[in-house]
């Protein structure tokens, strides 16, 4: 059975669905993946630094010292958060650009120690594509391959490693399928079996969500967004451990220790520390709802439509991600039930982005062996904090309702 619909005839099928189907319900926002709506209490804190502290903190005056007190003030905010020391923070303008720092700044800065590198074949694309750009100039990288859940596991890592490796990348939480990396059982047997490989993780999607290795141990630089949890977009943090060394990437004014030139973007730093507080207030509790919540999700999903897939760790596995859900529907088209739900005021995303050269569809999932129909059928439902369990209930309604709608559309459709 084909389910799937040409494009044109699915647009105007979307629409006359969303007429018929009586269900009205307000915005239920579940790509918080993609990123998270600003929390009013940061926009506010945002706006203050904006207005009160607006001096250059480079600059001499008492202006200039406002901006600075501003900086590290969230500086030790973010330090305090992660067990780490203030001057390990480096402030940058979000994931894309402190995976970038890392990852280049690392691999040129120790190229003398050796030339191989070893990552993971589903992180983001802003970890792989400059990884793409040190395999041009010369270096040789390893990429692990998930088993079909989307774990990559420490032996495989352990196993990998040679002479010549400097640098070995692995992200936290999967942002497509929510798996999450054994990070501290990964760090622990690195440094056992390679003690001056660097470690770094993109930790992006776990940040204020799951709780990373005390002290930051065994990781030399870490990965993290503000708009993630609920801040500012355009705000990011490094971690680097002192004593590591990065090639800097932006060259200028000298500002960030040197690592990072750039007239530091205050309010946006500001809002960060914030959000990164707010986020790590009681974050045990609220994954354990999330993952309540989750579940919930998959199993009523699951019941009423016994012939989905879902991607990434069995439901109340420890090693899925709290607040992210990957869900094939075979034969149907992600981006199809995307459109349809979002005509109810549901907003999913597919489980492959669309990036332009992109074939075959998501990396990650092709990286987990599913067939082209469960790729091509793969939605990410992805939760935040501000999650509900009345919109989850809403949310596994309306979603019943179009897959039902959808599949009976394309019988009909078969039979004409
Ligand atoms: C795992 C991961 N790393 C890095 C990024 C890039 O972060 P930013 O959007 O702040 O550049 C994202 C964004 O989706 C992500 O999910």
Known sequence: MDLRLPTNQCRQDVADFSSEVKIMIKEIYLDNSATTKL?????????????????????????????????????KTLADLLGVREGEIIF???????????ILGIARRYRRRGNHLITTAIEHSSVLRPIQLLEEEGFEVSYLLPDS???????????????????????????????????????????GKKPDL?????????????????????????S???????????????????????????LGGGHERGLRSG?????????????????FEGMGQKAAELQEMKKRL???????????????????????????????????QGEVIVHALEEHGIYVSTGSACHSGDTGGSHVLQAMRLSPEEIAGAIRISLSRHTTPEEIENAIEIIHETISWLKQLHEKMGKA
């Open 39 to 75: 929390d009013p209490s940061v926009m506010e804190e945002a706006a203050r630094a904006a207005r009160e502290a607006y001096g250059n903190p480079s600059s001499l005056h008492r202006k200039g010292r406002e901006g600075e007190r501003v900086l590290t003030a969230s500086r």
């Open 92 to 102: 940058t303008s979000g994931g894309t650009e402190s995976n970038n720092l890392a």
């Open 298 to 332: 998959l199993t009523s999903l699951k019941t009423k439509h016994p012939w989905i897939k879902i991607n990434g760790p069995e439901i109340g596995e420890k090693k899925g991600a709290p607040h992210i859900v990957n869900i094939s529907f075979p034969g149907l």
């Open 149 to 191: 859940k989307g774990l990559i596991g420490a032996r495989e890592v352990l196993e990998a490693i040679k002479p010549e490796t400097i640098l070995v990348s692995v992200m936290h939480i999967n942002n497509e399928v929510g798996s999450r990396q054994p990070i501290a059982e990964i760090s622990a047997d690195l440094k």
């Open 263 to 279: 007239t530091e973007n205050t309010p946006g730093i500001a809002g960060m520390a914030l959000a990164a507080k707010q986020s």
């Open 224 to 250: 993290i967004s503000a708009h993630k949890f609920h801040g500012p977009r355009g705000t990011g943090a490094l971690f680097l451990r002192e004593g590591v060394q990065v090639k800097p990437l932006l």
């Open 198 to 222: 660097l470690f770094h993780v993109d930790a992006v999607q776990s940040f204020g969500k799951v709780p990373l290795p005390p002290g930051l141990e065994g990781i030399d630089a870490l």
